[in-house]
């Protein structure tokens, strides 16, 4: 080959060759082995070269797929993949061993990002990847850095993740390729290590050996990948459940005359308040500043002649997918992926807010200042109405990812709506987004008559922290997360008290917990829930409920999952489910 004509060797280096090509002057690499160039072929950078390579291919094998397990001792066991790999690529012939080293270094490339994007998803969702499903939320993603920190971070975040991805797979590619040609070179020490190896796996395997809590004998690869192939069958069995159960529902044939009787000429409010979870309200470092909050404002209602009661729904997601939890509560059903999402806000299925919207007994109105786009799903809801972002007559900065403070949504609510003379009555679905991810900076609570469009608001921003300042220390997260839980609370708290009268109605509750990075992954998927209301008749209809007095459950209040509460509500305040 002209290569070898041109290169000269020391008299008294040995060159030997090997099916895959000659190997380099110190018996580390050559040929398709060694990779191209004079200097990958220096003996230094070769040897080099093929130590990062085998600890590559090391960590790739041995990688958790959650932050919590990544520590020294998961990468001290034996990975029988690596085994299995080495007995492959030694007995293959040349040209199939090629073909073999690349697709093993592809399919370990995918199975890498796959671990990291389960580390993503476990951190901010505290689940794993739905290699079926969870594409869409990448768009979701690149809208909340972009709202979060600027257009220019989002498009370095999406190149980023680019070059990432191509780098995995090109480098674990060329990685395996270069370790197969140093196996087949030493292909006597390739076998008796892999026997050695592999009969120290079977021991450990059968006598549960574990280091640092992690089985010595690890099968991470193959785990994954059935893991992954289980999550992808149980999404298309929760597919058909969710059909199945979707097309029954005990209030499709109910007269629209005996939906909801009981709430006849009240104001209905609804509102969610974004992240607040179980957390908020007993994990100590949050507890005290939103417990004393809660008591505050229980104490307030009574002032001003309301009740409440309180408990807890389980949302059937965590750390975010918020519509999924506000089509859980509206529709009765299940819905815990985009998948369920978009099957039932496109079908018939009556909703509780459009249950209002039936009896044609209430306009009904959305205040959703989180939906920057078009938003469809506000007819499936029985909607008259939807002040987004760009209708709620906003000119402030946003806060955060949030686009407009809470107290400002309430205060435009009460101009654009409730304050209106001689309108009928109101059902409103309220979204107050103030205590959503990443907390910084937040807005302050202000005089209601000083809200007016919201430049004031200019002022409080820049007092505020900064997301680097909050995000450095995991307990500054946590402190602003209660701040921002009591700052959105608190504003409804106060805005029943000085707007809401005789007839009014509010529920009230979280949608998910927030991320883990609050959490510490305790405390479930609660969320609390609270009723408020003038006319103690409206009470008096949950009693059998069993829910606690005031606006904060205790520790042994009533657990509902989500799906549960439409049902409910709607037997208590109108007729019996037809059969």
Avoid at 147 to 176: E, F, Q
Avoid at 518 to 540: C, E, Q, S, Y
Wanted: net charge neutral.
């Amino acid at each position: 080959m002209p290569l070898f004509t041109h290169s000269r060797q020391r008299p008294d280096t040995l060159t030997t060759t090997t099916g895959d090509g000659p190997a380099a002057p110190d018996g580390t690499g050559g040929g398709t082995g060694g990779g191209g160039g004079r200097w990958f072929r220096h003996p230094a950078v070769a040897r080099v070269l093929t130590v990062l390579s085998a600890l590559l291919v090391l960590t790739a094998l041995l990688l958790p797929n959650n932050l919590d397990r990544l520590t020294p001792g998961a990468f001290g066991r034996i990975p029988v993949e690596g085994l299995l790999g080495a007995v492959v690529l030694v007995v293959l012939p040349p040209r199939p061993r090629r073909v073999a080293a690349v697709l093993f270094g592809l399919g370990l490339g995918l199975l890498t990002l796959l671990n990291f994007l389960d580390m993503g998803f476990y951190s901010n969702f505290d689940r794993p990847f739905d290699v079926r499903l969870d594409w869409v939320l990448f768009d979701d993603g690149e809208a909340f850095v972009r709202d979060s920190v600027g257009g220019a971070a989002a498009i370095g975040a999406v190149i980023g993740v680019v070059v990432l991805v191509v780098a995995v797979l090109v480098l674990m590619t060329l990685a395996v390729v270069r370790l197969s040609g140093l196996l087949v070179r030493h292909r006597g020490v390739t076998i008796r290590t892999t026997a050695v190896l592999g009969t120290a796996w079977i021991a450990c395997a059968a006598l549960g050996a574990q280091i640092a809590g992690a089985p010595v004998a690890a099968r991470n690869a193959a785990a994954l990948v059935d893991h992954h192939a289980r999550l992808v069958g149980e999404s298309w069995r929760d597919q058909r459940e969710l059909s199945r159960a979707a097309a029954v529902d005990a209030f499709a044939d109910t007269p629209p005359d005996q939906l909801l009787t009981a709430l006849r000429g009240k104001d209905v409010i609804f509102a969610f308040i974004e992240s607040y979870g179980r957390n908020a309200i007993e994990e100590p470092q949050t507890s005290s500043e939103v417990g004393a909050m809660l008591a505050d404002g229980t104490e307030k209602l009574r002032k001003a002649g309301f009740s409440s009661r309180s408990a807890f729904l389980t949302s059937p997601t965590y750390g975010g997918g918020s519509w999924l939890a506000h089509s859980t509560f509206n529709t009765g059903l299940w819905i815990k992926n985009q998948q369920g999402y978009d099957s039932i806000t496109t079908s018939d299925r009556m909703s509780l807010t459009s249950a209002f919207k039936r009896t044609d007994a209430w306009r009904t109105v959305g205040i959703m200042p989180g939906v920057t786009q078009s938003w469809p799903e506000g007819k499936f809801y029985g909607l008259d109405h939807v002040y987004d972002s760009s209708h709620l007559g906003y000119q402030g900065p946003k806060f955060g990812w949030s686009p407009i403070p809470d107290q400002y949504s309430l205060s435009a609510f009460e101009q654009l709506e409730h304050g209106k003379k001689d309108r009928e009555p109101l059902m409103a679905e309220i979204i107050l987004v103030s205590s959503h991810n990443p907390w910084a900076p937040l807005p302050k609570t202000i005089g209601w008559d000083q809200v007016g469009d919201g430049s004031v608001y200019e002022g409080i921003k820049a007092e505020g922290k900064t997301r680097a300042e909050v995000w450095k220390d995991p307990k500054q997260v946590r402190a602003e997360y209660a701040h921002s839980v009591e700052y959105s609370v608190s504003n409804l708290v106060d805005y029943v008290v000085k707007y809401g009268d005789k007839n009014t109605v509010l529920v009230f509750l979280g949608d998910h917990q927030p991320v883990p990075t609050v959490t510490h992954n305790d405390f479930g998927r609660d969320v609390p829930i609270a009723m408020v209301a003038h006319d103690p008749k409206v009470l008096d209809r949950i009693s059998g409920w069993g829910w606690q007095d005031g606006l904060k459950p205790g520790p042994d209040a009533p657990v509902w999952r989500m799906d549960q509460f439409r049902d409910r509500f709607l037997t208590a305040y109108g007729s019996t489910p037809t059969p």
